[in-house]
């Protein structure tokens, strides 16, 4: 289920773990989307809405995050003249564009997305170490009032 949600995340998606049930949830983020193809999407995020507080909540990368995984690769990346080219296209407009063009016309594609998904699987595994970390911590807190 992790590599789900970490497909997920990478996709754009928010995912909820629900708890109860072991029942993954997930919708398109509803801060990034102006139109969510209608009512379809409404069932879904009412029936987040109603289990929101038993799931453990996984939320899509912030724009910075994204940018700063594509930075970690260049530095994984031995072919110095693909380095340039993905440096360049970082640094010019429209990055995220201009950094997959790069990317897929090249021989490292296939250890960008290897990378890249070993990095959202990573995401996930700490996401869920917080989340307990912090379920411990609120135990201890109840016990003591």
């Given at each position: 289920?992790?590599?789900?949600?970490?497909?997920?995340?990478?996709?754009?998606n928010n995912?909820?773990?629900?708890?109860?049930?072991?029942?993954?949830?997930?919708?398109?983020?509803?801060?990034?989307?102006?139109?969510?193809?209608g009512e379809?999407?409404?069932?879904?995020?009412d029936e987040i809405d109603r289990k929101r507080s038993e799931c453990v909540p996984f939320e899509c990368l912030e724009t910075h995050e994204s940018f700063r995984i594509m930075e970690s690769f260049i530095e994984e990346v031995n072919d110095n003249s693909l380095r340039v080219r993905l440096i360049t296209a970082l640094n010019n407009r429209k990055p995220f564009r201009n950094f997959k063009?790069?990317?897929?016309?090249?021989?490292?594609?296939?250890?960008?997305?290897?990378?890249?998904?070993?990095?959202?699987?990573?995401?996930?595994?700490?996401e869920i170490e917080w989340y307990n970390r912090k379920q411990e911590e609120d135990d201890v807190v109840d016990e003591a009032e």
């Open positions: 289920m992790i590599k789900e949600i970490a497909g997920h995340l990478d996709c754009g995912c909820w773990y629900h708890i109860p049930t072991g029942e993954m949830l997930w919708a398109r983020n509803r801060d990034r989307e102006f139109e969510l193809e379809t999407w409404d069932e879904v995020f063009a790069v990317i897929d016309n090249s021989n490292y594609r296939q250890a960008w997305f290897a990378f890249k998904d070993k990095w959202y699987i990573k995401h996930v595994k700490d």
